[in-house]
């Protein structure tokens, strides 16, 4: 008794392979080939890199938000003053600080003194925000204290002003200048408020990575904050870092309890939840709009198949009647059509790996040949395009493409399944 052979036996992919390399008289069915390979292939290749760039702009933008910004803020609710005015700073921040510092879970809670001046030097002049810091605290900063383009002596702090690299490009400052801070809110004399003008030696020169805060942020001492503020033994908020700032919710609402009455919370989620909302809501448009374009590719495979199945119909009808099943056609074709797309499939992979590995000279090459410019960090917020490969990403677009193509595969595989040898041999 013949025994049945099993599926995708070794004749069905001699087969398959032999369908595939087709010969002059059948080079249509050749290009359909190509170009199915070719479309999965730059379809594969265009998710990844998408899915790479997406990962990569979200955890530039979270670190260089946690690098250099406090994970949670603490502050006082406020009071009335005696000019009816609504006073919001914190006179006993060391006990505050302390109590905060002991819940699990926090690395450090630091007092700040906060304030907006314009600095000047030479006559140029801009706009900065003057956060007031210790220099122990401001050292455990990563983003400011570990900033690879940083210049000038951090330990050098107390006696003199940190300030950002736009601040410093801005008004052409470089370390050991004298700048000026200029408030309005400054002196009390009996003719009125006098503005405040002090003269700071730039010690240190910092880039957090991102254009808007090395743009607008300056570091001054602690107490010389206080001083120039008008701020003698307050602060303004508590800078709070965790340990795991990712999951901030469940651990702000412990700090909250710890500083006590009056007290309320401001997390960085709160300040940036909604740019991070609108990147996912992005990111997922994005997946489902390659995703689409995946379609499309693998749709190329079924044209590929249709005209594969009608170049071949006499050898359908031939294979059939020396015994051939249904079955064992539909693989033929089906393993056509799914190595077309399997092939691609792995061009793409690589092609989308390479380029999120080396986008930074590819980005520089880029930038080069258009002239410069291409990339502004005053729009963009960060100053280069980052990438970052994630295995889940990769085999999310592997998924995608496979499913696709062996799904797109079935129709035309089945069609020439279910072709009647004597229609097909009628004529021949």
Same mark, same amino acid.
């Given at each position: 008794?013949?025994?049945?052979? +099993? +599926? /995708?036996?070794? /004749?069905?992919?001699m087969?398959?392979?032999?369908? !595939?390399?087709?010969?002059?008289?059948?080079?249509?069915?050749?290009?359909?080939t190509?170009?199915?390979?070719?479309?999965i292939?730059?379809?594969v290749?265009?998710?990844?890199?998408?899915?790479?760039v997406?990962?990569?702009f979200?955890?530039?933008f @979270?670190?260089?938000?946690?690098?250099?910004?406090?994970?949670?803020?603490?502050?006082?609710?406020?009071?009335?003053?005696?000019?009816?005015r609504?006073?919001?700073?914190?006179?006993?921040?060391?006990?505050?600080?302390?109590?905060?510092?002991?819940?699990q879970?926090?690395?450090?809670a630091?007092?700040?003194?906060?304030g907006?001046v314009?600095?000047?030097?030479?006559?140029s002049?801009?706009g900065?925000?003057?956060?007031?810091?210790?220099?122990?605290?401001?050292?455990?900063l +990563?983003?400011?204290?570990?900033?690879?383009?940083?210049?000038g002596?951090?330990?050098?702090?107390?006696?003199?002003?940190?300030?950002?690299?736009?601040?410093?490009?801005?008004?052409?400052?470089?370390i050991?200048?004298?700048?000026?801070?200029?408030s309005?809110?400054?002196?009390?004399?009996?003719?009125?408020?006098?503005?405040?003008?002090?003269?700071?030696?730039v010690?240190?020169?910092?880039?957090?990575?991102?254009?808007?805060?090395?743009r607008?942020?300056?570091?001054?001492?602690?107490?010389?904050?206080?001083?120039?503020?008008?701020?003698?033994?307050?602060?303004d908020?508590?800078?709070?870092?965790?340990q795991?700032?990712?999951?901030?919710?469940?651990?702000?609402?412990?700090?909250?309890?710890?500083?006590?009455?009056?007290?309320?919370?401001?997390?960085?989620?709160?300040?940036?939840g909604?740019?991070?909302?609108? !990147?996912?809501?992005?990111?997922?448009?994005?997946?489902?709009?390659?995703?689409?374009?995946?379609l499309?590719?693998?749709?190329?495979? @079924?044209?590929?198949?249709?005209?594969?199945v009608k170049?071949?119909g006499?050898?359908?009808?031939?294979?059939?009647?020396i015994?051939l099943?249904?079955?064992?056609?539909?693989?033929?074709?089906?393993?056509?059509?799914?190595?077309?797309g399997?092939?691609?499939?792995a061009?793409?992979?690589?092609?989308?790996?390479? /380029?999120?590995?080396?986008i930074?000279?590819?980005?520089?090459?880029v930038?080069?040949?258009?002239?410069?410019g291409?990339?502004?960090?005053?729009?963009?917020?960060?100053?280069?395009?980052?990438?970052e490969?994630? !295995?889940?990403?990769?085999?999310?677009?592997?998924?995608?493409?496979?499913?696709l193509s062996?799904l797109?595969?079935? /129709?035309?595989a089945?069609?020439?399944?279910?072709?009647?040898?004597v229609?097909? !041999?009628?004529?021949?």
């Open positions: 008794m013949a025994r049945t052979p +099993p +599926p /995708f036996a070794p /004749f069905e992919w087969i398959a392979w032999r369908y !595939l390399r087709a010969r002059r008289a059948e080079g249509g069915v050749s290009v359909m190509w170009i199915s390979l070719i479309g292939t730059l379809a290749f265009a998710l990844i890199a998408t899915l790479a997406r990962s990569g979200r955890a530039e @979270v670190s260089t938000i946690l690098g250099a910004n406090a994970h949670v803020t603490v502050y006082s609710a406020g009071q009335i003053s005696e000019d009816g609504i006073d919001r700073t914190i006179t006993d921040y060391d006990a505050w600080a302390k109590r905060v510092g002991q819940v879970g926090v690395i450090r630091a007092p700040l003194v906060r907006q314009m600095v000047s030097q030479r006559g002049n801009a900065v925000e003057v956060f007031g810091i210790a220099k122990g605290d401001l050292q455990s +990563p983003g400011i204290a570990e900033s690879d383009q940083a210049r002596d951090l330990g050098r702090f107390d006696e003199g002003i940190a300030i950002g690299s736009g601040v410093a490009r801005e008004i052409g400052a470089q050991g200048d004298k700048i000026k801070l200029i309005p809110e400054g002196v009390k004399t009996p003719f009125g408020t006098s503005p405040r003008v002090n003269a700071y030696e010690v240190y020169i910092f880039s957090a990575g991102r254009y808007d805060i090395d607008t942020r300056v570091y001054l001492p602690f107490a010389e904050a206080q001083s120039y503020f008008n701020r003698e033994g307050v602060a908020e508590l800078e709070v870092m965790v795991d700032p990712e999951h901030i919710e469940p651990i702000a609402l412990s700090i909250l309890r710890a500083a006590g009455d009056g007290a309320q919370v401001w997390t960085w989620r709160d300040a940036s909604g740019f991070l909302r609108a !990147l996912e809501v992005e990111d997922n448009v994005m997946f489902v709009i390659l995703s689409i374009l995946v499309i590719a693998a749709m190329n495979i @079924v044209s590929g198949l249709i005209m594969l170049n071949k006499r050898d359908i009808g031939i294979l059939r009647t015994g099943s249904e079955s064992s056609v539909m693989r033929v074709f089906f393993i056509c059509g799914a190595f077309t399997l092939i691609g499939t061009m793409g992979v690589v092609l989308g790996c390479l /380029f999120a590995i080396y930074d000279p590819i980005f520089s090459f930038n080069y040949a258009m002239g410069g291409v990339w502004d960090p005053s729009i963009r917020g960060i100053y280069n395009l980052p990438a490969l994630h !295995l889940s990403d990769v085999l999310s677009a592997v998924a995608l493409s496979l499913g062996f797109v595969t079935i /129709f035309p089945r069609r020439a399944a279910r072709m009647n040898p229609e097909a !041999l009628r004529y021949e």
